[in-house]
């Protein structure tokens, strides 16, 4: 009787071993999939993020400060310009310079949401385009994705998104234009998750 208690324990116990280190290597080692799935999945969360346009007459720089909730919405502010709220298929803009509030259907606006960690993930990833690298954004370690955005725009054509593979943040997105030109770069600065927006933001 001891023996055959024995001889199941020596097999149990390995087995027992190997789900454990498969369960907690999956939580504190995630792959690089599960790292973007989790910030697709992404509930809330305020960043600061500046936008690099670039043509052939230089480059144009917008600092922002955003805002996202998956249920109730996005908010950019432009400085203590502007305002726009992105909810309910529009735009709600609030121009406190020309003290004026109006609204915009959201295909006015195809440059800003492409920010929004859940529209840029929306966009099905290139097959065998994520990578790791550390060479484009100092000495940051970050996974590397392509996707391709379907807006019908010459000037939009794909995009490159990093993730800061340590913190599980994004860095960075770079897009290009049908002749794999850089036409926006978009910086993540003090990316942060959160519980919830506060309501009156949105």
Not at 36 to 47: D, F, Q, R, S, V
Not at 120 to 143: F, H, N, R, V
Not at 192 to 197: A, D, G, L, N, Q
Request: aromatic letters at 12%; charged letters at 30%; one cysteine or more.
């Amino acid at each position: 009787m001891k023996k055959k208690i024995i001889i199941i324990l020596l097999l149990v116990v390995p087995f027992i071993s190997i789900l454990f280190i498969i369960f907690f290597r999956g939580i504190l080692m995630p792959s690089n999939e599960d790292i973007i799935e989790g910030l697709k999945n992404i509930k809330a969360y305020e960043a600061k993020v500046q936008y690099v346009m670039k043509n052939d007459k230089g480059e144009e720089t917008e600092e922002t400060k955003q805002w996202y909730s998956a249920d109730k919405g996005v908010r950019v502010e432009f400085g203590d310009e502007v305002t726009k709220v992105y909810k309910d298929e529009k735009i709600y803009v609030k121009d406190t310079i020309n003290n004026n509030e109006y609204e915009l259907g959201q295909d006015m606006d195809i440059v800003h949401p492409l920010a929004f960690i859940n529209n840029i993930l929306a966009y099905p990833i290139k097959e065998g385009s994520i990578s790791e690298g550390q060479e484009e954004w100092g000495d940051t370690i970050y996974i590397k994705a392509d996707v391709e955005l379907f807006l019908n725009n010459i000037y939009f054509n794909k995009a490159t998104i990093f993730i800061d593979k340590k913190n599980r943040v994004p860095i960075g997105i770079v897009v290009y234009d049908r002749q794999d030109k850089c036409v926006l770069k978009i910086i993540y600065e003090k990316f942060e998750e959160v519980e919830k927006i506060d309501d009156t933001l949105l």
